[in-house]
């Protein structure tokens, strides 16, 4: 649609195309790997070929006499970083801890540097520090070279000897040494989660399914790579980083180089795309810095694909044990969700699967229980949805499974286990349209023409099945500033330190600040990805709009408050031409949740339909229909939301069906790191998707009723899909990925 039909709307809701489409397909985009410097050098890394030990010799002398090289960095001759202690810098906008979960075997005081901060899993990276390798594909070295190629050659040049330690890198053979994490992420998410008595709630029920699923390691892999140039002058640097959150690598940068968080300028204009792996700090982005202050030029750094399987984090695999029990009539009696996680001994990230449990149904006893493996892979990391992505899948196919046993339709039995309020928190929804999303999609999908027999329905040879699952994701908002100008002409300039990770956020935040301003969304340009602006959190946890977008309303409002006989919904345009006013009019707001979390439990919901075809010969699985119905609150966009949820969609097939990232149980590397041998969804995989916007009014979760949708796409695909490969085949596959070699075991 145009923008100038778009402009005879209300700005928010409309399907505006993105604002920043037409730069993006005529390269004017710039990103991360693509400024122009002058004398600019190119890093290449030397990545560890060892899980655990430490490097007994480095031979750089081949490497610095090959052509064009400026230097080779090693931790004998590297810069000092700033090893501060625990508790300063932060990256991802999250909690900063101690020495929580100290999951080591002993003998590893200085893992990552500073003592505690081994357990962060957001620490700061202190690459080339020490002789020590914490995990395959850690720094050892760093070349820098006049041009990338002579950088890579060079790399492959460099020698290093290693005295490897005993890792450990199978999980199952690890069970013995699991422990309780004490802290996640998520600070909501506890080890363990009970209400009223599992036991006797278990000996109550009349049907039950106890039943272990697993995930495998999964990585983000977004279009873009990881990059990062870095240019010094002086004491103060600009970092270009393909980071979702400036205002995090700045304080990690300044941290780590002694310097003063003004002297750090990141900029982030566009991101291709993130999904949770350019959260954290890594440490090619601090090698980068490190690079270009040794030679005193500009240096890019970008990681090639390969490089990134073991350097900016995955999934981490995890087991989970799933007990139902229910009443003949469906009524949940106990719920049992027990997850055993794999985790970098190092970078303590735990996966928190059984985060939407407490919440999704009603139970009157609940059990849930996270256990974490400590293993030597490499480090893992948030990825789309962390926790619920991995942890709604067994739960909704063991509701299938409940379901079959029951002999009773799905969608009935999450009808009949629909909590009033939330079940855990024991406070009302701010809303939740669950089972209208199920409504809606079983409608759209043709839900009611299923023969609920595996097997019965077939199109030609094929065996077609369907299946359903719930999704859900909670609604988070961060602290926010955010700053407006209005020029005199009627034209705004929105600022904040915000990124946009491919989401649309330039475009959202384009409408909210006209809808605030009643000016055309023409007249408004937004400005993003620079700390020079107000700061911001990264964007992650589905808060972007919730929280940019809250900042951005409210520093619209506090400029059209310096507008003294501005009528309510007066363009502020119209209102500046009607009093000659010369001046520019300043808003700036420093937005920030209150406590509304503690009166309302605040969730998006989500109802997937999926439609496979199953070869009964060879047991491959295509996914030929898809309907996903959502409720988010109120959707700024309708066109990038679409495409938002889509997006989740298809990395949920990916998930369900071929995605899967394998350890080498020697060497403790990915032996599938590139993209022939990790199978990330493409065109012929992905059917035609229906996304429905259900719609949903919230008046408590922000001045904007907005819920989040970045995440919640992905919830529960693959149980969807899984359920309907069951329905299709009557085999019930437990084991994520979905290949035809489990399919047809
Ligand atoms: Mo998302 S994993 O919070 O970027």
């Not at 449990?357 to 293993?375: C, S």
């Amino acid at each position: 649609m145009s923008a100038a039909a778009a402009s005879s709307r209300q700005p928010i809701g409309d399907p505006l195309d993105r604002v920043d489409g037409r730069l993006k397909v005529t390269g004017g985009a710039r990103y991360a790997a693509e400024f122009p410097f002058e004398r600019m050098a190119y890093a290449a890394v030397v990545p560890s070929a060892i899980a655990l030990g430490r490097v007994s010799r480095v031979d750089t002398a081949a490497a610095e006499r090959a052509p064009g090289v400026l230097a080779v960095l090693t931790s004998r001759n590297a810069p000092r970083l700033v090893q501060a202690s625990a508790g300063g810098g932060g990256g991802g906008g999250t909690p900063e801890k101690g020495g929580e979960q100290k999951a080591k075997s002993g003998g590893q005081s200085q893992q990552s540097g500073g003592g505690s901060a081994g357990a962060d899993p957001f620490a700061k990276p202190y690459v080339l520090q020490d002789d020590r390798v914490r995990n395959f594909g850690q720094t050892v070295a760093l070349v820098i070279a006049e041009s990338f190629e002579q950088a890579r050659d060079a790399a492959a040049l460099v020698r290093v000897d290693y005295r490897p330690e005993r890792a450990a890198l199978v999980m199952e053979r690890e069970l013995g040494r699991a422990f309780v994490p004490e802290k996640f992420l998520n600070p909501e998410v506890k080890p363990e989660t009970k209400r009223g008595d599992f036991e006797s709630g278990w000996s109550e029920g009349a049907v039950k399914i106890d039943a272990t699923y697993t995930t495998p390691n999964l990585h983000n892999n977004p279009m873009e790579p990881h990059a990062t140039t870095a240019v010094w002058n002086g004491d103060r640097v600009t970092v270009y980083d393909s980071t979702q959150n400036v205002n995090g690598t700045q304080r990690n940068v300044a941290a780590l180089f002694g310097v003063p968080p003004d002297n750090v300028r990141v900029i982030a204009h566009f991101i291709g795309g993130g999904f949770g792996c350019k959260g954290p700090t890594w440490e090619h982005t601090i090698a980068a810095v490190m690079a270009a202050r040794v030679v005193k030029r500009p240096v890019k750094l970008a990681l090639p694909r390969q490089q990134m399987f073991a350097a900016v984090g995955y999934r981490p695999h995890t087991q989970q044990r799933v007990r139902l029990a229910a009443t003949r009539a469906g009524r949940l009696t106990a719920v049992a969700h027990e997850t055993t996680t794999a985790t970098n001994q190092a970078h303590a990230y735990i996966e928190s699967a059984g985060v939407a449990t407490p919440m999704l149904y009603a139970t009157p006893n609940l059990l849930v229980r996270h256990r974490a493996v400590p293993l030597d892979w490499p480090r893992g990391t948030i990825m789309r949805a962390p926790g619920e992505g991995a942890g709604v899948f067994p739960l909704e196919c063991a509701l299938d499974e409940l379901a079959v046993a029951l002999r009773m339709d799905p969608i009935e039995l999450r009808r009949v286990n629909e909590p009033e309020r939330d079940p855990q928190k024991n406070i009302p929804w701010s809303s939740r349209s669950l089972l209208k999303c199920y409504a809606q999609g079983a409608e759209r999908f043709g839900w009611g023409k299923r023969n609920p027999e595996p097997g019965a329905m077939k199109d030609g040879r094929m065996l077609l099945g369907w299946g359903v699952a719930t999704a859900t994701y909670p609604t988070n908002r961060r602290p926010t500033s955010a700053r407006v100008r209005i020029a005199p002409d009627g034209s705004a300039l929105v600022q904040l330190a915000a990124t946009d990770i491919g989401t649309g956020t330039y475009t959202a935040l384009t409408q909210i600040a006209a809808d605030a301003l009643r000016l055309r969304p023409e007249r408004v340009k937004v400005e993003i990805g620079d700390t020079n602006f107000p700061q911001t959190p990264g964007s992650g946890g589905s808060w972007g709009v919730a929280s940019y977008g809250s900042a951005v309303h409210e520093a619209c409002l506090d400029a059209r408050g310096k507008l003294a006989g501005l009528g309510a919904d007066e363009s502020v345009a119209d209102f500046l031409q009607r009093s000659r006013s010369a001046q520019p009019v300043e808003g700036h707001a420093d937005s920030k949740p209150g406590n509304e979390k503690e009166q309302h439990s605040m969730h998006a919901f989500g109802a997937h339909f999926a439609e496979v075809r199953v070869d009964p010969d060879t047991g491959e699985v295509r996914v030929s229909r898809f309907v996903g119905a959502f409720a988010c609150g109120r959707i700024v966009n309708a066109k990038t939301a679409t495409s938002q949820f889509a997006g989740g969609i298809v990395m949920g097939l990916g998930m369900a069906l071929s995605e899967e990232s394998v350890v080498d149980p020697h060497y403790g590397n990915f032996v599938n790191a590139d993209l022939a041998g990790y199978h990330v969804p493409v065109n012929r995989d992905v059917p035609k998707i229906d996304v429905i916007l259900v719609e949903e009014e919230d008046k408590f979760v922000n001045p904007l009723g907005t819920k989040g949708i970045g995440e919640i796409g992905i919830v529960g695909v693959p149980a969807a899909i899984a359920n309907a490969v069951y329905h299709a085949t009557g085999r019930r596959v437990r084991d994520l990925p979905l290949t035809p070699d489990k399919v047809f075991a």
